[in-house]
């Protein structure tokens, strides 16, 4: 992968990207966080949001449930936002926030009960070093969620046709690292070697979904 090309991080206009999130796919993420827990089953334990964004799927999975989330970013002003929500939610007591990089999370080995990521991936540069390290903090039968879903094919569909009437291009600048992340990840995952994996890809989106 060049990294040259890749300067789109999925979140670099961070008020656009709020806006966003409030106004267009506020929907989505308790609807996800339900097929997360409900596939899972996980009721409680510590839960990284990887590339959390505003923190909206963490927050949603933390009101339904008892787990404790760990909002990890690269960017300082998405963490702050995330705090922010998380405030304003009463999730701070079951919150807290880490600044750095997929590629070398800052976490101690098997340390976290289940990794959820949504939207991130495209962006990460090496994802056998970023689904490595995923897999490094995972504790032995904990899970991973990480894709692009949009929970139903009727969100799919409103918040595609939402999104193509506000920037016709809004795609662009991540499709091909959409395609090229899934040619590479049966490669990557059976070398990883976890209990098992499976990829979820139906009419609402496409998830990895990973027990260790
Ligand atoms: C499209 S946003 C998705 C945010 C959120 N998960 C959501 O669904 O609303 C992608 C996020 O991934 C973060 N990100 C991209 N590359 C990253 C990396 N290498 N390490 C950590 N975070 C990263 C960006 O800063 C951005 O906040």
């Given at each position: 992968m060049n990294i040259a090309t890749k300067e789109h991080k999925g979140g670099s206009n961070t008020q656009s990207f709020d806006r966003i999130v409030r106004e267009v796919f506020a929907p989505i993420y308790p609807t996800i966080a339900e097929q997360i827990l409900v596939r899972t089953?996980?009721?409680?334990?510590?839960?990284?949001?990887?590339?959390?964004?505003?923190?909206?799927?963490?927050?949603?999975?933390?009101?339904?449930?008892?787990?404790?989330?760990?909002?990890f970013d690269q960017s300082i002003e998405m963490i702050q936002l995330a705090m922010d929500y998380a405030y304003e939610e009463n999730l701070i007591h079951r919150s807290d926030f880490l600044i750095g990089d997929i590629h070398k999370i800052n976490l101690a080995n098997e340390s976290i009960d289940i990794v959820i990521s949504r939207?991130?991936?495209?962006?990460?540069?090496?994802?056998?070093?970023?689904?490595?390290?995923?897999?490094?903090?995972?504790?032995?039968?904990?899970?991973?969620?990480?894709g692009g879903g949009f929970g139903t094919k009727e969100l799919k569909e409103q918040i595609t046709a939402h999104m193509n009437k506000e920037n016709?291009?809004?795609?662009?600048?991540?499709?091909?690292?959409?395609?090229?992340?899934?040619?590479?990840?049966?490669?990557?995952?059976?070398?990883?070697?976890?209990?098992?994996?499976?990829?979820?890809d139906d009419e609402s989106g496409y998830w990895v979904f990973i027990t260790k």
């Amino acid at each position: 992968m060049n990294i040259a090309t890749k300067e789109h991080k999925g979140g670099s206009n961070t008020q656009s990207f709020d806006r966003i999130v409030r106004e267009v796919f506020a929907p989505i993420y308790p609807t996800i966080a339900e097929q997360i827990l409900v596939r899972t089953q996980v009721t409680t334990g510590k839960c990284l949001d990887v590339g959390c964004g505003t923190g909206a799927l963490g927050r949603a999975i933390a009101r339904l449930s008892n787990v404790h989330v760990t909002f990890f970013d690269q960017s300082i002003e998405m963490i702050q936002l995330a705090m922010d929500y998380a405030y304003e939610e009463n999730l701070i007591h079951r919150s807290d926030f880490l600044i750095g990089d997929i590629h070398k999370i800052n976490l101690a080995n098997e340390s976290i009960d289940i990794v959820i990521s949504r939207g991130s991936s495209p962006f990460w540069e090496d994802w056998h070093k970023a689904y490595s390290e995923i897999v490094r903090v995972l504790k032995v039968g904990g899970y991973a969620y990480i894709g692009g879903g949009f929970g139903t094919k009727e969100l799919k569909e409103q918040i595609t046709a939402h999104m193509n009437k506000e920037n016709p291009n809004w795609r662009n600048s991540f499709k091909d690292h959409v395609k090229t992340e899934r040619e590479a990840l049966p490669q990557i995952l059976n070398s990883l070697n976890p209990a098992s994996h499976r990829i979820i890809d139906d009419e609402s989106g496409y998830w990895v979904f990973i027990t260790k």
